[in-house]
């Protein structure tokens, strides 16, 4: 008898967005968590610091708030295209699920719907950098942008926290558009809900995703 086809693994990609203090690095480590508790191997990265030329690259993005908003774009493009080369693109080839804080739809959101560039602009940009790779589910943590930034007072990274409300806001506005857009691939929850019950919501959503994962 020949042995069993060992069980195909689809990759699976899931990238969470949103504005300040929405919780995502909480929630992406907390679906990491589970997917390894039920054998699943999954691996969680940050945009833009999930290598050592990003990290480079946030921290020199923390020190000067004065560089052009194209600087900034290009450098954000940079760090990403080298994260999907290193990270991403390697570990969906061996079939791992990858879980992203942030990727491709931060720069729409925040150097397009945020700063002004044009959308059609970053756009090309984030396909050179991501190599056409696109998630197969964005979780959109959706905050009111005067309760996210009241949630991070003190925190370290103060780029655009000095920024008015009405950068939040239209870096939020940016968000819900992408992902009324394009609801089959975004899913938008309420980051004021409680964690758990968050957690819950995005766990829904993706154990429907998880059949081709499950040995057959
Ligand atoms: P970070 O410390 O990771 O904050 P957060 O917990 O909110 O993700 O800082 C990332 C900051 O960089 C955040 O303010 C959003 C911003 N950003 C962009 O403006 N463009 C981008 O393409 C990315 C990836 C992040």
Redesign the pocket.
């Given at each position: 008898m020949p042995e069993p086809a060992a069980p195909v693994r689809r990759p699976l990609f899931v990238v969470f967005e949103g504005g300040?203090?929405s919780g995502?690095?909480t929630q992406a480590r907390g679906l990491h968590r589970r997917l390894q508790r039920i054998g699943l191997s999954s691996l969680v990265t940050?945009?833009?610091?999930g290598t050592e030329y990003g990290r480079a690259i946030?921290r020199r993005?923390k020190r000067s708030k004065q560089f052009p908003p194209a600087t900034?774009l290009f450098m954000?493009a940079a760090a990403?295209s080298l994260l999907t080369a290193d990270v991403i693109r390697p570990a969906l080839l061996a079939g791992a699920i990858v879980i992203s804080?942030?990727?491709a739809p931060?720069?729409v959101a925040?150097?397009g719907y945020?700063r002004g560039i044009a959308l059609g602009t970053i756009e090309s940009l984030n396909r050179l950098a991501t190599g056409g790779i696109r998630p197969d589910l964005i979780v959109l943590l959706d905050i009111p942008p005067d309760k996210g930034l009241a949630r991070?007072q003190g925190?370290a990274?103060d780029?655009?926290h000095h920024e008015g409300l009405s950068f939040h806001d239209k870096v939020r506005k940016g968000y819900l558009e992408m992902a009324r857009a394009e609801p089959y691939c975004w899913t938008i929850v309420d980051a004021t809900l409680p964690s758990r019950t968050i957690a819950a919501l995005i766990w829904a959503r993706v154990a429907g995703m998880l059949s081709g994962h499950f040995p057959v």
């Open positions: 300040e203090g995502k690095s940050r945009d833009p610091c946030e993005l900034e954000f990403r804080d942030r990727y931060s720069s925040y150097q945020g991070k925190d990274w780029r655009f």
